[in-house]
């Protein structure tokens, strides 16, 4: 036992230094075929079970939605040009972006459809479906990785979602700087090179503008682009199935998105983590079931802790003064996904007032992503979200959710999470 750190140390330490950890055992990201929701999708259409429209016109991503049970509703416009598409996109012709817990589909007029979907192993897939093709099929795109496997995401396959100075062609001002948008943004730091609808008071942000250039900073119009109801006038809407980018749904996007970025790291890592665990154990001829220690039990206790400061809200941005209002159905539409405790209540609540919502545990609680944690990762992340509600004051990060809110937390989580540990049992 003696030897228990050295080895420890020493099969942590990348047998290929250079390559990315996503690379390596036990997940080796670009040798392995996905088995993710695009799968089953792909043999529907492979099989002639589902017959997708041919064209680049919005009917194909609306059979896509439809496919990967993905809210039309969702529906959020960029025209910055930071996607791989970027050739076909302007504030004329913004790339729409549709979402649901577990799949994120994009789409410009004239172009592929883009999916983002998700592995058990893998984390965030990517694929391209381009519908102008005789005989359309999912392919991986991996060059994808090139920007949504960097620092911005922590070297870690993932979403992103940025706010810039766009010109008048949806180019990046890039010497004026850009700000990676998460829940924690401010508002002034939201949604350049985005359209944005609904009501945020006397707050603004940098969406529905284009910038100029003065030196190395970057200047915009926020007042003519607020508080708008729709985007007449702004751009040619008739190709889009809906005349909407609603501010609900932008901030329940980059919510998401930053939470699904914690989990799809903490995915990596543990799995990681896990397998050097199994070769040390096999080296040293020990169960490695049995309890972890050493920089193993590290990386889980860190990473369950990462993603319940996403999930519970911890530094969360507060709305401007006087809240927000979308002018879409997605509120209700989101809201009527559930699911609901016995006394009605749901995780998918919306507050916009003070914050985003109600009841401040995420509801990706419920996704893919969080089920296809490794199991001692899930247990541990709900093990300690008991403890946290539970406690008779909450820990530092968490002194935000008084007792009312905590117990209420308790109870939907209780009815409505399955496979819960058994402190939640007592």
Request: hydrophobic share 35%; glycine share 8%; aromatic share 8%.
């Amino acid at each position: 036992m003696k030897l228990l750190p050295f080895l420890a140390l020493t099969a942590l330490v990348s047998p290929l230094l250079g390559t990315d950890d996503y690379e390596l055992p036990p997940v080796r990201y670009s040798d392995t075929t996905p088995k993710d929701g695009v799968a089953a999708v792909a043999q529907k259409i492979a099989s002639g079970e589902l017959k997708l429209p041919h064209g680049s016109t919005s009917a194909t991503p609306l059979a896509l939605l439809k496919a990967f049970g993905v809210p039309m509703e969702s529906q959020v416009l960029v025209f910055s040009k930071t996607s791989k598409q970027r050739a076909l996109i302007n504030p004329q012709r913004p790339r729409a972006l549709w979402f649901s817990q577990d799949c994120y589909i994009g789409w410009v007029p004239g172009g592929a459809c883009e999916v983002v979907s998700f592995d058990p192993v893998l984390g965030a897939t990517f694929y391209l479906f381009d519908g102008r093709e005789d005989k359309p099929v999912f392919q991986r795109d991996n060059d994808c990785l090139s920007c949504h496997a960097g620092s911005a995401t922590r070297n870690v396959p993932g979403l992103l979602v940025r706010s810039v100075f766009p010109d008048s062609d949806g180019g990046p001002i890039l010497t004026a700087g850009t700000f990676q948008t998460t829940d924690e943004s401010p508002l002034a730091e939201r949604w350049g090179g985005w359209y944005v609808t609904g009501r945020h008071g006397h707050s603004r942000h940098m969406g529905n503008a284009i910038a100029t250039a003065e030196g190395d900073q970057g200047k915009l119009d926020r007042e003519s682009g607020a508080n708008r109801k729709d985007l007449a006038g702004m751009f040619d809407t008739e190709p889009y199935p809906l005349n909407q980018s609603d501010i609900v749904a932008l901030m329940t996007l980059e919510h998401q998105c930053a939470t699904h970025n914690a989990l799809l790291e903490a995915n990596l890592n543990s799995r990681l983590a896990l397998h050097r665990w199994a070769d040390l154990c096999g080296m040293l001829k020990e169960d490695p079931g049995q309890p972890l220690r050493g920089s193993t039990l590290t990386v889980i206790e860190d990473q369950a802790g990462r993603i319940l400061q996403k999930f519970l809200f911890c530094r969360e941005a507060e709305l401007p003064v006087g809240g927000i209002r979308g002018v879409s159905s997605f509120q209700d539409a989101f809201e009527a996904a559930g699911p609901r405790d016995k006394k009605g209540r749901t995780l998918r609540e919306f507050d916009l007032r003070r914050r985003l919502f109600v009841n401040r545990c995420s509801y990706l609680i419920y996704c893919q992503a969080f089920e296809n944690l490794t199991p001692r990762l899930r247990d541990r992340v709900l093990e300690r979200l008991h403890d946290i509600l539970t406690a008779p004051q909450p820990p530092a990060d968490f002194a935000h959710l008084g007792n009312t809110e905590r117990q209420t937390l308790r109870e939907i989580i209780s009815d409505t999470v399955p496979r819960l540990p058994a402190c939640w049992k007592k």
